[in-house]
């Protein structure tokens, strides 16, 4: 199974974010976090700078919307040349219309669920996304710990996609470090986000490498480890 480290430049330098960006080009997809200030209690920046990142970075954007109504916002970040824009669950009553309209511009859509949030609405309708993000992590800081205890979700989410034949990526993010990301990758995980365990990183290329053997080492093929 295909395995993707996608850093989280929320850990990076922002004054800095163009030679952080060059510290990564071995990264799958560079993770970009979006956040409102009222979906989550943080605020970071939204689309002139995710475009500006666009144009300098050496790698793909996967672009997570930590924001109140994606309906409005979302279409604007694959227009801007996002390779997967993620939205939250619990942040809009129309997931499937959020992410045709995603899949129109020509992004890969993704939908994230809260630590909190229940994954067996999604199941049956894996099929209109490309990615589901489980939060291992509340949404809204990096440098948290890891939370093992949303790992059924996974295990339910690649029961299903292994069932469908879905080539739907299953993300993780939150406290993803060399400790937790086999944790994750057994569970049915494919495709990790990790801020500060890159960022902190003497070297952040070496660090990647690093995560992603470890994360090989416990995949397999979908559905329950035989
Ligand atoms: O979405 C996020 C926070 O809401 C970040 O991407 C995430 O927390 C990554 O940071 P770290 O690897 O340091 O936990």
């Given at each position: 199974?295909?395995?993707?480290?996608?850093?989280?430049?929320?850990?990076?330098?922002?004054?800095?974010?163009e030679s952080a960006?060059?510290?990564?080009?071995?990264?799958?997809?560079?993770?970009?976090?979006?956040?409102?200030?009222?979906?989550?209690?943080?605020?970071?920046?939204?689309?002139?700078?995710v475009e500006r990142?666009?144009?300098?970075?050496?790698?793909?954007?996967?672009?997570?919307?930590?924001?109140?109504?994606?309906?409005?916002?979302?279409?604007?970040?694959?227009?801007?040349?996002?390779?997967?824009?993620?939205?939250?669950?619990?942040?809009?009553?129309?997931?499937?219309?959020?992410?045709?309209?995603?899949?129109?511009?020509?992004?890969?859509?993704?939908?994230?669920?809260?630590?909190?949030?229940?994954?067996?609405?999604?199941?049956?309708?894996?099929?209109?996304?490309?990615?589901?993000?489980?939060?291992?992590?509340?949404?809204?800081?990096?440098?948290?710990?890891?939370m093992p205890e949303?790992?059924?979700?996974?295990?339910?989410?690649?029961?299903?996609?292994?069932?469908?034949?879905?080539?739907?990526?299953?993300?993780?993010?939150?406290?993803?470090?060399?400790?937790?990301?086999?944790?994750?990758?057994?569970?049915?995980?494919?495709?990790?986000?990790?801020?500060?365990?890159?960022?902190?990183?003497?070297?952040?290329?070496?660090?990647?490498?690093?995560?992603?053997?470890?994360?090989?080492?416990?995949?397999?093929?979908?559905?329950?480890?035989?």
């Amino acid at each position: 199974m295909s395995i993707r480290i996608n850093p989280s430049i929320l850990a990076a330098d922002f004054v800095n974010i163009e030679s952080a960006l060059s510290s990564i080009s071995s990264a799958d997809l560079v993770h970009v976090d979006v956040m409102d200030n009222h979906f989550v209690p943080n605020l970071t920046f939204g689309p002139q700078m995710v475009e500006r990142i666009q144009q300098v970075s050496p790698v793909p954007l996967d672009v997570h919307l930590m924001i109140d109504d994606p309906e409005r916002w979302a279409p604007g970040y694959a227009e801007l040349g996002a390779y997967s824009v993620t939205f939250h669950a619990e942040a809009t009553d129309s997931p499937v219309a959020v992410a045709r309209r995603l899949r129109d511009i020509g992004a890969r859509a993704g939908i994230a669920v809260k630590p909190g949030t229940a994954i067996e609405p999604y199941l049956d309708i894996l099929d209109e996304f490309d990615l589901v993000l489980v939060m291992t992590v509340e949404p809204g800081f990096g440098g948290q710990k890891f939370m093992p205890e949303t790992m059924p979700k996974l295990r339910m989410l690649s029961e299903a996609a292994g069932r469908v034949g879905s080539d739907i990526w299953l993300q993780v993010d939150g406290g993803i470090s060399e400790d937790t990301i086999g944790i994750a990758a057994e569970a049915g995980a494919d495709t990790f986000v990790a801020g500060s365990s890159v960022f902190a990183a003497d070297n952040p290329g070496l660090q990647i490498d690093l995560l992603r053997r470890a994360a090989s080492a416990h995949s397999h093929a979908r559905g329950p480890k035989r």
